[in-house]
Nanobody
Framework: QVQLVESGGGSVQAGGSLRLSCVVSGYTHRGYCMAWFRQAPGNEREGVARINRYGGTNYADSVKGRFTISQDNAKNALYLQMNILKPEDTATYYC????????????????????WGQGTQVTVSS
């Protein structure tokens, strides 16, 4: 059974940092495209950052220069380092995997990502 479990969310003041983790079990995610999405109340779920098997990354414009996605294949884990957090970063953050992304991430469409974690809440106060 494939499972993605996020951790590391919490409450922080604007300008602060958090590091999210996602542990993958039930398969090795090498060869998959891995991504972080977020969803704020009343908003659509949006892509934040993604990484392919070669380490290539893409970021949403709103987080470029502040967030860094990385992965540890030995630990079957995905990370999101979030710096200079803003109140508008407040959301539930989800880890996701695209099993069809072996040759590279296919994009931000949620339909590509067949596996999702349960989410971890990030709250940034001003």
């Amino acid at each position: 059974q494939v499972q993605l479990v996020e951790s590391g969310g919490g409450s922080v003041q604007a300008g602060g940092s958090l590091r999210l983790s996602c542990v993958v079990s039930g398969y090795t995610h090498r060869g998959y495209c891995m991504a972080w999405f977020r969803q704020a109340p009343g908003n659509e779920r949006e892509g934040v950052a993604r990484i392919n098997r070669y380490g290539g990354t893409n970021y949403a414009d709103s987080v470029k220069g502040r967030f860094t996605i990385s992965q540890d294949n030995a630990k079957n884990a995905l990370y999101l380092q979030m710096n200079i957090l803003k109140p508008e970063d407040t959301a539930t953050y989800y880890c996701a995997a695209d099993p069809g992304g072996a040759d590279g991430c296919r994009g931000w469409s949620k339909s590509y990502y067949g596996y999702w974690g349960q989410g971890t809440q990030v709250t940034v106060s001003s």
